[in-house]
Structure formats: structure tokens, C-alpha cells
């Protein structure tokens, strides 16, 4: 594996088992996570950028209710619950390397904006858990 600047290193190890989620990095767009590494298609690319204006939304809102996060819990479920990775050793350890290639280039500023969307994937994660309406379906395929 190459070796990693310090400070991206560390983010690659915070997410390389983690959910895979939309990632924005420059101009493009990665699914990134739990040995996924893809480039996002333009349907991927408007789910993510509807997510995060909705993610803006609830977290103003002061006095959080269920009702609120309708439109929320759709668009994180259909981001973290994309049924068509595909999951075996070869592709794993494909998906693993390619973050850390990609990773290895980015410069402070970069990595400052990927720390920042892991901080929102993070409170996406707790605020979902909160205020779901139903109980989260189990992903297949996950390691």
C-alpha cells in the first residue's frame, strides 16, 4: 500500500470500514467506505446534493420532531443502503487501494472538506437513529 501523508492516513482509517457514503472531493463525487471505492454517477450526485441541503435543514431545526425528517430518513437510506457494491476479497482490497492512491494526493484544504463531510455523515448517522420512522433494513452485502 502506498504510505500516506500523516493527516490522510488518518481519515483512511476512519473510513475504510466504515458505511459507504458520498464523499465530495473537488468537482467529483466517491462513494467511499467498507471496501467501496466509485465514482458517482449523475442520479448519485443529485441524491447526495438533496441529502445535504435536507442534512442543513434539521440541524437548524431547534425542537426536533419524527415528522421533520421524513424527507431526511429517504434520502439517507437510499444513500447508505445502495444494494449494487460489489463485495469479495479482490474487490476489497481494489476498493481499499484506490482510496488510499486517491487520498495520498490530497492537500490540507482537501482533507479539511472530507473531515467535515464525515462530521455530517457522523450526525446523519446519530440524527437517523434518533428520528427514524422505521426500523433501519439490514444491508447485504456489508463486511
Known amino acids: 500500500m502506498e504510505q500516506l501523508k500523516k493527516d490522510n492516513s488518518y481519515f483512511y482509517e476512519l ?17 467511499l467506505g467498507a471496501g467501496v471505492f466509485k465514482k458517482c ?3 448519485e450526485i443529485s441524491l447526495y446534493e438533496d441529502f445535504t441541503k435536507e442534512l442543513n435543514i434539521v440541524k437548524g431545526i431547534e425542537y426536533k420532531k419524527k415528522e421533520d425528517f421524513v424527507k431526511f430518513n429517504e434520502y439517507y437510506e437510499r444513500i447508505v443502503n445502495r444494494g449494487d457494491f460489489v463485495f469479495n476479497d479482490e474487490a476489497v482490497a481494489k476498493a481499499i487501494n484506490n482510496l488510499a492512491s486517491l487520498l495520498k494526493y490530497l492537500n490540507e484544504d482537501e482533507m479539511e472538506s472530507l473531515y467535515k463531510q ?7 448517522c446519530k440524527l437517523y437513529g434518533k428520528y427514524q420512522s422505521i426500523p433501519p433494513r439490514k444491508r447485504v452485502g456489508t463486511l
Do not use: T, W
Open 41 to 43: 454517477n449523475d442520479e
Open 118 to 124: 464525515n462530521d455530517d455523515f457522523e450526525l446523519a
Open 15 to 31: 473510513i475504510k470500514y466504515k458505511k459507504p457514503y458520498i464523499y465530495k472531493i473537488n468537482d467529483e463525487y466517491y462513494y
